[in-house]
């Protein structure tokens, strides 16, 4: 099943290193992050795994959840997770899918049969506390992701989720916004006085608090 930004995101009840979750109701009314990883006891999803473990406060303070996934089953999780100890430092700290029946991967379409008829690619889904995707993103496996821009990515969608703002290249937390066309420069003087108009529709302004 393909999933696409503003789809909500498919429910679904799995096993878990950290027991049974049942997908919606354990998000909450908080964001989520799922991601999948082609296999365990190999190289690139060990770090990979100890990275996201290493940044699980910055999640946390972003109210995110995170839930890794991929087709070996919870116990090979389970003994895996020493080794990435013992490399990374840091196991993870968070609850990883045992999808041996790739339930979960096929309803968010992880296994793309091109590149691998038996692993999931490294997907990333953004969820919103409203349960619709936000963000959608497709890695090879031989390409190990950037946390970091995961968590900028968070910071862009709370920012904008609030205000009427949009983000522009290589925004960094704390960094000017652009004003969203839709805001008229009446509107915009309103609630961004002294923005700054490069072109008619390429308005900066001070990152917006609260
Ligand atoms: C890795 O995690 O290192 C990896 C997994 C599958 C294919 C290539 C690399």
């Not at 690139?44 to 995110?64: H, I, Y």
């Not at 993870?92 to 692993?119: C, R, W």
């Not at 890695?139 to 703002?165: C, M, W």
């Amino acid at each position: 099943m393909t999933t696409r930004i503003g789809d909500e995101a498919p429910d679904f009840t799995a096993e878990t290193t950290e027991g049974t979750i049942s997908f919606h109701e354990w998000l909450g009314d908080g964001w989520g992050v799922l991601f999948s990883h082609p296999r365990d006891f190999t190289p690139v999803c060990t770090t990979e795994l100890g990275t996201v473990a290493k940044l699980k406060p910055e999640f946390d303070k972003r109210n995110t959840k995170v839930l890794a996934l991929s087709v070996d089953p919870v116990d090979a999780h389970g003994k895996w997770a020493q080794d990435i100890e013992e490399t990374q430092g840091q196991a993870p700290n968070f609850p990883l899918i045992g999808d041996e029946g790739k339930k979960v991967a096929d309803l968010y379409d992880m296994i793309h049969p091109n590149a691998s008829d038996t692993q999931t690619v490294r997907s990333v889904f953004i969820i919103g506390p409203d349960k619709k995707i936000k963000l959608n993103l497709t890695y090879p496996a031989s390409t190990g992701r950037n946390f970091q821009e995961i968590l900028r990515v968070i910071d862009s969608l709370q920012l904008t989720a609030k205000h009427k703002v949009a983000t522009p290249a290589d925004w960094q937390q704390g960094e000017d916004v652009i004003i969203t066309p839709a805001v008229s420069d009446e509107e915009a003087q309103e609630r961004f006085p002294g923005f700054n108009a490069v072109k008619p529709y390429l308005r900066y302004t001070k990152q917006p608090t609260g």
